[in-house]
């Protein structure tokens, strides 16, 4: 699958600026086709109050992967937004940092889904999300 729009990983990144992706330390690290990449840490900003990193930051990294993979499959004039998304944790992790790995399941005309997998360092799989988008516009 080849992206529909083409753009740099600085250019990914610069989408972040003065948004929660940027205060929450996520970056784009990988995009070749039909793969988006992105890294974020495992630090205060992203820990639940034992420690251990928030299922909610699993779960935004995994939203801001499929919302952004999702919208590079749109044609000029369209955007996407989330309609759903589930996510199931496998494992926790305490410290370092956590990459999430985008892959579409199925690309509709009026919604898409997508699968991302959340790895550790060690690269085990600590979390699974499934996100759908609406294709508006």
């Given at each position: 699958m080849a992206w529909k729009r083409q753009l740099t990983l600085d250019e990914l990144n610069a989408t972040s600026v003065n948004t929660m992706v940027a205060h929450l330390g996520i970056i784009y690290t990988r995009i070749e086709e039909g793969v988006l990449e992105a890294e974020m840490p495992v630090d205060a900003r992203t820990h639940q109050p034992f420690g251990?990193?928030?299922?909610?930051?699993?779960?935004?990294?995994?939203?801001?992967?499929?919302?952004m993979?999702?919208?590079l499959m749109t044609e000029e004039g369209q955007c996407v937004v989330g309609t759903e998304l589930n996510a199931t944790h496998h494992r926790a992790v305490s410290s370092g940092k956590v990459r999430g790995e985008c892959r579409a399941l199925h690309l509709g005309r009026q919604g898409q889904s997508w699968e991302i997998a959340v790895f550790d360092e060690r690269g085990r799989r600590c979390c699974t999300c499934r996100l759908g988008t609406a294709v508006l516009g």
């Open positions: 251990l990193l928030h299922g909610g930051a699993s779960a935004a990294l995994a939203e801001t992967l499929g919302s993979a999702g919208w």
